[in-house]
């Protein structure tokens, strides 16, 4: 047990380790090889070719060093998440051959229980790869020449996407005219559906382009994007624009709706816990043939007295046309009235879903019935007056 | 500064049949105002928002209620006593409250600008959703200037149905702001130059 938690640990320790190394030694000789000085293990292999010729320059012998240090550091690792590995299934009584990550993830939170609310920060034990980051090639030859004609941009993967979508984009406007003059139109039928699609998030894109990208600079991409997307003929470059796209979560399809019970009156009924909203909490129960009767703590609706709460409880009766249908129980406590309210609300519209149909299902969940309201109140700040009311400004 | 993500889409209270490409955009919550009630009115919603003082919501609500109410009371006073033209007299209140803000909003704005050590006051187009937020708080701000014996709903009610007519002091100041606006028209190329 004791060494599985030690590589868990060395795993960070090394880490650390070797990026005090690639600090201390960038020497006067590599500041070429500052901007990007990694590798990945496969591009040691191909090097030694290299290495064999005789003009190899400073940069170039600095980054193999320094490659092939990564390159050991990733095999120790690699070995050791194997031992672990071998360790953990030995415990869990389990075939180390076919102990997947799952089966890792799921033996740690066991025999680790952690009560760290941030899930980062509980203990895990992953594969060096996913561990430690991808690492670019190399980007010069032996004598220090680089490949890329944008390398001294810092970031030539970047600036290359960009010059890649602007060409895309030119394409297409040559297109456009040369259609134009034809007479022709861009084909309706073909047209690129983008709907179900986001572009890539900025941390993803920074993992395809294995470069650090800042937020201006994701916008611009965001921005070259856009513009090649709604261009007329668009779907003559569809490759390459799905190539950024990422497809979204069917949202309509995300929760399962619950089969309702029976109760001993042989109706139809729903329980929803769970229901919060600020820092009220509710129980929700709906049954289905009903008068419309509605229980709030054994209290009928003037539970509540102001207007707006009341309306907020027939909300989502009233727009499902399910009023004077259903019979509303509810059990809240804490909260004011608006937070309880808030929080009944949800639950009935919750508890609804399951007597009512699919399109009136999505209609809800585009009235925002459906989505759980996770405002809270904003802390106050130091030195204001409030969370945002800033101190009156006195001169002295 | 809110705390959804920026794809997330506002809530629609439309039942439409057609809607394949929201299907995947996910949706704020509805706030605790929305309703689909036949007594919503984004506009009135607004206008609640702003008569609130210290977050007491709930007066607010009452003053307004009780405004419409008094704007009903004299609209059928007015009905009854009218001879001929009856249809010319509007009771639904609501629609009244609506014609005032439409009348009362604003198109020009003076805004300072300074030029080589000089302020100009220059002209300079209002959005529409500040012109709906002048023209309400020039409602509110007649409203609350009144006698101690008045109360705001009663005061509220007359400069909404004088302001529906194209009358009273918010659409006077609407004109002044216009006309001012017109004798500082030379300034205006100060807005981009």
């Known amino acids: 047990m004791s060494l599985r938690v030690l590589s868990v640990n060395l795993l960070k320790n090394n880490r650390n380790f070797i990026q005090n190394a690639v600090r201390n030694s960038k020497g006067p000789g590599v500041q070429a090889l500052a901007l990007a000085p990694y590798a990945t293990q496969v591009t040691v292999q191909a090097t030694p070719a290299a290495v064999q010729k005789q003009k190899v320059s400073k940069a170039m012998k600095a980054y193999l060093e320094r490659a092939k240090e990564h390159d050991d550091f990733m095999k120790t690792q690699d070995l050791e998440f194997q031992i672990g590995k071998r360790h953990l299934a030995n415990m869990m009584g389990a075939d180390a051959e076919t102990f997947t990550q799952e089966d890792i993830d799921e033996a740690i939170a066991y025999l680790f229980p952690s009560g760290l609310f941030d899930k980062r920060a509980r203990p895990a034990m992953r594969s060096p790869e996913e561990v430690f980051p991808a690492r670019k090639a190399a980007e010069f030859d032996e004598t220090g020449r680089p490949f890329h004609s944008m390398f001294y941009t810092g970031k030539p993967n970047f600036f290359q996407l960009l010059h890649d979508i602007v060409e895309e984009t030119n394409k297409l406007y040559d297109l456009e005219e040369r259609m134009l003059r034809r007479g022709n139109k861009p084909d309706e039928n073909q047209k690129l559906e983008t709907a179900g699609f986001q572009l890539l998030p900025k941390d993803q894109l920074e993992r395809v382009l294995v470069e650090h990208i800042a937020d201006i600079e994701y916008q611009n991409f965001t921005n070259a994007m856009d513009r090649l997307i709604s261009l007329p003929y668009s779907y003559k470059s569809k490759a390459f624009i799905e190539r950024y796209l990422k497809p979204l979560i069917d949202q309509s399809k995300q929760l399962e709706v619950p089969k309702p019970k029976i109760d001993d009156q042989g109706r139809q009924y729903i329980t929803t816990y769970e229901c919060l909203r600020k820092t009220a909490r509710a129980d929700v129960t709906v049954r289905l043939p009903g008068t419309g009767k509605i229980t709030i703590n054994g209290q009928d609706i003037s539970y509540f007295s102001s207007e707006e709460c009341k309306e907020q409880l027939l909300f989502p009766l009233n727009y499902s046309e399910m009023l004077g249908k259903v019979d509303v129980e509810a059990n809240v406590e804490g909260g004011g009235p608006s937070g309880q309210a808030g929080a009944i609300r949800w639950g009935i519209a919750m508890s609804l879903r399951s007597f009512v149909d699919q399109e009136m299902i999505e209609s809800m969940r585009l009235a925002g019935l459906l989505t759980r309201d996770y405002r809270r109140r904003e802390r106050k700040k130091y030195g204001q007056e409030g969370a945002r009311r800033k101190y009156t400004w006195k001169k002295r | ?193």
């Open chain 2, 1 to 193: 500064m809110s705390m959804y993500p920026s794809h997330f889409a506002e809530p629609s209270l439309k039942k439409e049949t057609n809607r394949s490409s929201a299907s995947h955009i996910p949706v704020k919550a509805a706030t605790n105002d929305l309703s689909d009630s036949i007594f919503y009115g984004e506009l009135k919603n607004k206008l609640i928002k702003y008569i609130t003082k210290k977050g007491n919501k709930s007066l607010a609500r009452e003053l307004l209620t009780e405004t419409f109410e008094t704007i009903k009371r004299t609209q059928i006073e007015r009905l009854i006593l009218a001879g001929t033209e009856k249809e010319n007299i509007i009771i639904d209140s609501e629609q009244l409250l609506k014609n005032a803000i439409e009348n009362a909003r604003p198109l020009l704005q003076l805004s300072a600008i300074k030029r080589g050590g000089v302020k100009y006051q220059v002209p300079v187009p209002v959005t529409e959703k500040k012109s709906y937020f002048l023209a309400m708080k020039w409602l509110l701000d007649a409203a609350r200037e009144k006698d101690r014996k008045v109360h705001l709903p009663e005061k509220l009610a007359w400069e909404i149905l004088d302001a529906a007519c194209g009358q009273g002091r918010v659409i006077k100041k609407k004109n002044d702001l216009h006309r001012q606006c017109e004798s500082n028209r030379a300034y205006a190329h100060y807005r981009w130059s």
